[in-house]
């Protein structure tokens, strides 16, 4: 999804879950998925009771999306069907009962393990989550869209160690990730992955050979900073998978596993973790299309839980945040592979893992002198939640931060920030910089073009090219009224954009500030590439820090969006 994620309590994040579920294109299958149950509370699995391994099996333990959650995940984001989940200390845990219990077995990931994260693991640059990665033993990652947050370049970093741009962390030296990152649908001109990355890997586990191979969402191409994915394409990601079976056999895999970073999401009121309930069609085509020499798919993207057998393969989800752990079994015998799986939840009832721990202490002291800044206040919740317009309160200010630093240098009369940029709320009272990276995690710079009014009409539009929702950006500077149900390239009602007041001249010149992601043309708005007499500013928590100091306690901005 790029981006660049949430679900209040547990009744306020399941009804968000049906929510997002309900804008996915999707039918009922029948093909292995669950039953239609009805409601009711979902028992609780986790590593409690572990049976005892079997000689013809092995296992692969799988998660997704973690995106730097070390510490906890606080709220409803830190929760699995009403228990407390999720924390590096408890995963590491978890993880060693799973590997105790099963040694002949190996850790997969399904990608967005960094980027878009917490303070502790993105002030430095998520070297921490991946240093508690290699702790666990992870022998494989599909890439993730938020990968290529910073670019290719930075993800060759990742997997091959060094200091980052700002200079060497602290603490031991970087090394990089100790296990490969796959990108089998992420190739340049001449068909090869970014520096250091491959398609797939071959695992011993348990004396058996297990070809894994990973995918990131095609998507990708529009919700990551253009800049640093150019000159590569992100193609299909079940052809990419399909075309590299073969040489995986040849190799002498005796199962094949993909790791893709895309999914879909059960369509239920209470979905059990472990069902595949109403399953949305992103996963039955995904499972119909895939090669059957594929046995298992780990899913990503969505931060749905399900476990679903489709056409003869076993294809799920681990949630996010480090909540769950799939517990994937590959059975081996006479009349083939078999393969099913189990979601797990990682409860806080465990014991902490000790390392784990001085991982998360030492950097989160490294950070505190800087987290806990304080750099204005708020005078009531901040939300990023939409409003029914589609703009974001929180956004709005932002957007509003952005207008005040750029208006006198750059000369900006309007701007914009858009939904996949903001992160989380700022709560009432002392805001931190710690509150504002949360908020913002990207390292963005603020950029303002000159756009025609005929070019802004034609952004506005483009709120509404996402096939699957609108992106409805957050403005500063600028007002306006939209019909939904009105055809494609007519939705903004012409005579009711306002910028400072005036009605929008389409032949006029505006000078239009945002984000340099949105700059670059990321989310698809295309416009904004087009602008001219680019001028670039500061740092995003820059200006949003200085927009905050000059001001008593913030408040939420009136609308600026109407939707009719």
């Known amino acids: ?304 839980p399900y476990v679903c057998s489709i056409d003869g393969k076993v294809v799920t989800q681990a949630a996010s945040y480090g909540r769950l752990i799939t517990d994937i079994t590959l059975r081996f015998g006479a009349d083939g592979v078999k393969a099913s799986a189990v979601n797990r939840v990682v409860t806080r009832e465990v014991t902490p893992d000790a390392p784990t721990a001085a991982l998360i202490d030492f950097f989160t002291t490294q950070a505190a002198p800087r987290a806990g800044r304080v750099v204005g206040a708020a005078e009531a919740t901040l939300p990023q939640t939409p409003l029914p317009s589609g703009e974001s309160p929180l956004g709005n200010v932002i957007a509003d931060a952005m207008l005040t630093v750029t208006a006198q240098p750059a000369s900006a009369v309007a701007a914009f920030m858009n939904p996949g940029g903001v992160r989380s709320d700022l709560k009432p009272g002392a805001i931190t910089f710690g509150d504002i990276f949360t908020v913002q995690p990207f390292g963005n710079q603020v950029v303002t073009v000159t756009l025609t009014g005929q070019q802004i009409m034609r952004l506005l539009e483009q709120q509404w090219d996402n096939a699957s929702k609108p992106t409805v950006l957050s403005p500063a500077g600028i007002s306006y009224s939209y019909t939904e149900s009105a055809p494609k390239d007519r939705k903004i009602v012409a005579d009711s954009v306002r910028i400072g007041g005036q009605p929008l001249n389409p032949v006029a010149t505006y000078r239009i500030t945002t984000n340099s992601f949105l700059a670059s043309g990321g989310d698809g708005f295309s416009v904004f590439a087009e602008g001219t007499d680019k001028t670039v500013g500061p740092m995003d928590l820059d200006a949003f820090e200085s927009f905050l100091n000059a001001r008593p306690p913030v408040q939420a901005p009136q609308p600026r969006v109407e939707k009719k």
């Open 1 to 304: 999804m790029s981006e660049r994620s949430r679900i209040t309590g547990v009744i306020i994040g399941l009804l968000t879950l049906a929510l997002l579920t309900t804008s996915c294109s999707g039918r009922d299958d029948d093909s292995g998925s669950a039953p239609v149950s009805p409601p009711g509370p979902v028992p609780l699995v986790s590593t409690n009771d572990l049976t005892g391994a079997n000689p013809d099996e092995i296992h692969l333990f799988g998660f997704n999306d973690l995106h730097g959650n070390l510490q906890p995940p606080q709220g409803s984001t830190g929760k699995i069907a009403g228990h407390d989940a999720g924390g590096a200390v408890y995963l590491a845990t978890h993880m060693a009962r799973l590997k105790a219990a099963y040694p002949a077995s190996a850790v997969l990931a399904a990608g967005d393990n960094i980027g878009a994260s917490p303070l502790v693991s993105g002030l430095f640059h998520d070297e921490p989550t991946v240093t508690f990665m290699n702790s666990l033993g992870v022998a494989a990652s599909a890439v993730g869209n938020h990968e290529f947050d910073d670019g290719v370049i930075e993800l060759t970093r990742m997997q091959q160690g060094g200091c980052s741009f700002e200079g060497c962390s602290p603490g031991a030296p970087f090394t990089g990730a100790a296990f490969p990152y796959l990108a089998a649908n992420v190739t340049d001109a001449a068909g090869k992955q970014p520096p250091g990355l491959r398609a797939w890997t071959m695992l011993e586990v348990g004396g058996r050979k297990i070809g894994v191979v990973g995918t990131v969402t095609p998507d990708t191409v529009n919700i990551v900073f253009p800049e640093g994915i150019r000159g590569y394409s992100f193609g299909d990601d079940v052809a990419a998978v399909n075309a590299y079976v073969p040489e995986m056999k040849a190799a002498g895999a005796q199962a094949i596993v993909a790791l893709v970073h895309d999914g879909g999401s059960q369509r239920a009121a209470t979905p059990d973790y472990n069902g595949c309930e109403n399953i949305s069609r992103e996963v039955t085509d995904l499972a119909g299309r895939t090669d059957p020499a594929v046995r298992a798919i780990v899913t990503g993207h969505t931060h749905q």
